[in-house]
């Protein structure tokens, strides 16, 4: 018989208070909710399939939640309690806030149109398994400003907040580690917008500026010569 890890849990007074959980189990439960993309979703929004996600995902959410009473491994396991956590507030999000499901929707095609062929903002698979927990944060943060800002230039600001959102939620329930304010992702798609608005305005200014002086050095020239 295969060795399995066996995690046997107490309460919090460190008394043994249930049966025996095995970790190898939960694990496959858990990676149920975690095998999923931010493409994948896009496409079941484009092919009207968010409904039959929905319900697939439910599934599998009770499934965990039914083995959790067998053996209660989230109080000794605090990154899985967190992981089943991740999962649970990306059903809530894209499965039973209907407004937010609409907008994402909504969207999707120019998601797809944005992220469907060609991902320049895509990192090995393995990153979420990376053991060197900066790097792994500093990746998080990159992924989601990275997606943001494209999102933002291609959908606009308020359909990149939406996906901005979902690949949180995401992302949340595939790590198993805190990253903190310290990695916060930092793009604002408002702001971007704003930004970029103000640069362009400004490009214009200077041209018109610069056509402005040419045109008045050619005169003067023009006099001199005269």
């Known amino acids: 018989m295969a060795n399995t890890s066996i995690i046997r849990v107490t309460d919090y007074s460190g008394e043994f208070n249930g049966p025996a959980c095995d970790e190898e189990i939960f694990i496959t439960k858990l990676r149920g909710v975690q095998t999923l993309s931010p493409a994948e979703l896009v496409k079941r929004a484009v092919q009207n399939e968010i409904t039959k996600f929905c319900n697939g995902f439910k599934k599998r959410l009770d499934d965990i939640d039914t083995y959790f009473i067998k053996c209660e491994m989230y109080r000794i396991k605090k990154s899985y309690r ?91 329930a595939s790590v198993l580690v805190d990253c903190g304010p310290k990695f916060a992702p930092t793009i604002k798609p408002h702001y971007l917008i704003n930004m970029s608005v103000y640069v362009s305005l400004n490009l214009v200014y200077i041209t018109i500026i610069l056509i402005l002086l040419c045109l008045i050095v050619c005169l003067c020239r023009r006099k001199h010569k005269r």
Do not use: M
């Open 82 to 172: 967190n992981l089943v956590e991740g999962a649970n507030n990306l059903y809530s999000t894209l499965c039973l806030d209907k407004q937010f499901q609409k907008q994402f929707i909504s969207y999707a095609s120019c998601y797809d149109k944005a992220f469907g062929t060609y991902d320049d903002c895509d990192v090995p698979h393995s990153w979420a398994d990376d053991s060197d927990q900066e790097r792994l944060c500093r990746t998080y943060k990159n992924i989601i400003d990275c997606h943001t800002i494209k999102a933002t230039f291609v959908c606009g600001a308020k359909a990149a907040d939406v996906y901005k959102k979902l690949l949180t939620s995401i992302i949340a």
